[in-house]
Nanobody
């Protein structure tokens, strides 16, 4: 059974940092691209970052220079290091992949940036 489980969310002040994790099971993790998306209250889900099997990464303009996506193939886990957090980063963060014909999503982890 394919499962993605996010963790690491919480409440931080503006300018703070947080590291999210997404543990996977049921897939051959190392051959698939992994993605992070987020959904703010009242808004549609938006792309944050992706990392290919090669390690090459792509970021949304809104997070460039502040967020870093990485993966540990030995642990079947993808990470999102978030620095210089802003209130507008507040959202539920989801990891995602497409191992076959359907998208697979985790349950999400909530990040709240507020003073």
């Amino acid at each position: 059974q394919v499962q993605l489980v996010e963790s690491g969310g919480g409440v931080v002040q503006p300018g703070g940092s947080l590291r999210l994790s997404c543990a996977t099971s049921g897939i051959v993790f190392s051959i698939y691209a992994m993605n992070w998306y987020r959904q703010a209250p009242g808004k549609q889900r938006e792309f944050v970052a992706t990392i290919r099997s090669s390690g090459n990464s792509i970021y949304a303009d809104s997070v460039k220079g502040r967020f870093t996506i990485s993966r540990d193939n030995a642990k079947n886990t993808v990470y999102l290091q978030m620095n210089s957090l802003k209130p507008e980063d507040t959202a539920v963060y989801y990891c995602n992949t497409r191992p076959g014909y359907v998208e697979v999503w985790g349950q999400g982890t909530l990040v709240t940036v507020s003073s």
